[in-house]
């Protein structure tokens, strides 16, 4: 069944960046002159996602209002004559058709999932966390849909994380059945140090089955008293089946403040305009902190 919606969590508080966040929403955080949420929802298109749906919350309605049209400031640059600059506003506002659903509690990705049911209907569909930014060329969403296409489970993304670090993320064990590919035997979130049956650490990509939410709606509150999605993939796994997919790419998680500079930084090397700058900067401040 093919794949055309895709859900994007944007509910969340961003305590991590505050006081900026009190004011702007961290999907909106600039990666060099574009949001963090265009660089994901990117992605979703260039995977084939026609639908995006929006969770959101109390505070977040700038998320909404980027990918709606701006015919004041379109107008203002059609009358400056900036063609370029127009055409680059009018993106996000053609890119994907947007709905968007009101997360109403804190109560964890598996709530915020569970919120746009009634968007998504029984059909499977994928769900990205803009806080997670892959650069790869074919699209971590549509390596995840090619085994989705093959296989007609549950699919999410993978990458190996040091051993000190699988307390960090939800962990898989598995069963390789082909190169860069498991069968998911069980999902573990955040287990203690030295007790994560893996290194294969779950990211923020995931392509569900319809089947999730019943799982969902019924299933006890899990670490921190929220509705862990890792938990309802874990039932999945055990009563139909699931996949994790090692992406290849680059990735970052711009949920920290040195994710995040670090994702500018690799973002603005790739471009021309921006590169030479940049590097003769870095070499200045380092020669600067030899000193």
Not at 93 to 101: E, G, K, T
Not at 122 to 149: W, Y
């Amino acid at each position: 069944m093919e794949v055309r919606k895709v859900v994007i969590p944007a509910a969340g508080l961003g305590t991590r960046f505050l006081p900026a966040t009190k004011a702007v929403p961290k999907e909106l955080f600039p990666l060099v002159d574009r949001p963090l949420i265009h660089e994901v929802v990117s992605e979703a298109v260039a995977s084939g996602i026609s639908d995006l749906i929006l969770v959101t919350a109390r505070g977040k309605s700038a998320v909404e209002d980027y990918f709606d049209i701006d015919s004041g400031l379109e107008s203002f640059l059609e009358a400056r004559g900036n063609t370029q600059l127009l055409e680059r506003v009018r993106d996000a506002s053609r890119m994907i058709q947007v709905a968007s659903v009101r997360q109403k509690e804190p109560l964890g990705l598996g709530h915020a999932v569970m919120c746009a049911r009634d968007f998504v209907g029984l059909e499977p569909f994928g769900v990205i966390l803009p806080d997670d930014l892959i650069d790869a060329s074919t699209p971590c969403l549509a390596q995840l849909l090619s085994v989705f296409s093959r296989t007609g489970k549950s699919v999410v993304a993978l990458q190996e994380v040091p051993e000190d670090q699988t307390h960090m993320y939800g962990i898989i064990e598995g069963t390789q059945t082909e190169p860069g590919v498991y069968r998911v035997e069980s999902f573990v979130e955040k287990p203690p140090s030295g007790t994560a049956p893996s290194n294969l650490a779950v990211i923020g990509r995931y392509i569900l089955v319809p089947d999730i939410f019943q799982i969902l709606e019924s299933q006890d509150r899990g670490v921190g008293g929220e509705i862990q999605l890792t938990d309802a993939l874990n039932s999945l796994a055990r009563e139909d089946a699931a996949y994790g997919v090692v992406f290849e790419g680059l990735r970052h998680d711009a949920g920290d403040r040195l994710g995040l500079i670090k994702a500018n930084i690799h973002y603005a090397l790739k471009d021309d305009a921006l590169r030479p700058g940049l590097l003769q900067f870095m070499v200045d401040r380092l020669s600067i902190a030899e000193e």
